[in-house]
């Protein structure tokens, strides 16, 4: 074994925290480190190793972490990801936003003391930010006017990947129409460093308004509008052949005997959107947990993959309600006693449950990481009556997943 492949089996065994300062050692050292053959090896060791991550819910001038994950394997972090999402610009600003975060990326709204709008999209693991250029055919005044319309939403972004890491994004802005079938998005690609306008047909696009935060997965947005009885769905990389949204009706709609404790909500984890409900047969409850296979709207769209019986739970008294899922690992969902101001994080497979309590402790989790979460009872008190049937969706989490290897913030290519 040659002195370069010593070198090599020493620090692919060391979290990503310490090979990005190793990088910067030397030429050497930077050229084996950003060779495909060591990000593979490091990837293969490592693809079944925890990687730190948040829940974070987006609120305007604040970000509330939900839940944090640190000291996981992969990256070795000592303080949760959450924390990572500082920014500083070059003016003094007076709101600060955080619209979405996906695949490692975040997307951020700044609004300068004398109004300017600014977005940015960032890889805070590197404080890398870049400001998106305002889009050439809206004035200021254009999009003052659009951001106090209630069926404007600039929150999206999508990824591209390649090998695990971000080669590309997009950023969306939703411009619904107020009759008909169409829908209006502006996108900017960090591939061309421009905006365009695109029309699609919606069949619903009347149910939309911007209170609808988008989640996305492999360059696909998903919407629950008003009716909530199904999501929306929009590629804005493959795009569809008819250049039409997908409408994906919620696999539960229709049984009498799905229980509405909470509303519902789509996330994701390993990859796949979820769904779940709780429902009540013969007196025994249990949850049902569905992941989407495929955009054709019908029952073949969706694979009921969990349903258990939360028994044990009810028999302790813990009045519970399904949060979100564990974004790397499909067995783990995350519940929240209200009464005991308490976090569940129950296996669906195991039945193992542990107990979370709010304080300034952090605690090991099941997937081998420090959780931390804070405010997590202020939040989720507005969630604690049951909800009606036509009401809006409004427990919608961002999920900021850190990624499996270093990856640097895509940028235009200069003109």
Not at 218 to 246: E, K, M, P, V
Not at 369 to 385: A, D, Q, T
Request: charged share 20%; net charge neutral; hydrophobic share 40%.
């Amino acid at each position: 074994m040659d002195i370069q492949e010593m070198v090599l089996e020493v620090l692919v065994r060391l979290p990503l925290k310490s090979i990005a300062r190793f990088r910067a050692t030397s030429k050497t050292w930077r050229s084996l480190i950003d060779s495909d053959y060591f990000r593979d090896n490091f990837i293969s060791r490592n693809s079944s190793s925890s990687i730190s991550w948040s829940i974070i819910q987006l609120q305007p001038h604040k970000l509330i972490e939900i839940i944090g994950h640190h000291g996981c394997k992969t990256w070795g972090l000592t303080r949760s990801p959450g924390s990572l999402v500082s920014f500083f610009v070059e003016t003094t600003i007076r709101k600060l936003q955080v619209l979405a975060c996906t695949d490692g990326l975040v997307l951020l709204y700044v609004e300068a003391t004398d109004g300017t709008p600014m977005y940015y999209v960032g890889n805070p693991m590197f404080q890398e930010w870049f400001r998106i250029p305002l889009p050439h055919f809206f004035s200021l005044q254009n999009l003052q006017r659009l951001q106090n319309h209630k069926r404007f939403s600039d929150g999206g972004l999508v990824t591209k990947m390649q090998n695990g890491i971000v080669v590309s994004y997009k950023v969306v802005w939703l411009l619904t129409h107020d009759v008909g079938a169409k829908v209006d998005f502006a996108i900017y690609s960090s591939d061309t460093g421009k905006w365009e306008g695109r029309t699609v047909t919606c069949l619903r696009s009347r149910f939309w308004s911007s209170d609808d935060k988008s989640i996305a997965l492999n360059g696909i947005l998903h919407w629950i509008h008003d009716c909530t009885r199904s999501f929306i769905a929009y590629d804005f990389y493959g795009g569809n052949d008819d250049d039409q949204c997908s409408i994906i009706t919620f696999p539960d709609t229709g049984v009498d005997k799905a229980l509405l404790w909470f509303r519902r909500t789509i996330t994701t984890s390993e990859g796949s959107i979820v769904y779940f409900n709780e429902f009540c047969e013969n007196g025994n409850r249990t949850l049902r947990v569905w992941r989407l296979v495929t955009y054709i709207n019908g029952p073949e769209a969706w694979q009921l993959f969990w349903d258990v019986s939360l028994a044990s739970l009810i028999e302790l008294g813990i009045y519970y309600f399904p949060v979100v899922m564990h974004p790397l690992n499909s067995e783990i969902i995350y519940l929240w006693s209200r009464s005991k101001k308490m976090l569940i994080l129950y296996n669906l497979r195991t039945h193992v449950y542990s107990f979370h309590e709010e304080t300034a402790d952090d605690s090991k989790c099941m997937d081998g990481c420090i959780l931390s979460y804070n405010r997590c009872s202020e939040y989720m008190k507005n969630y604690y009556f049951p909800a009606v049937t036509f009401s809006r969706n409004h427990l919608i989490f961002s999920q900021y997943v850190l990624p499996r290897w270093l990856q640097r913030l895509p940028r235009p290519q200069p003109t």
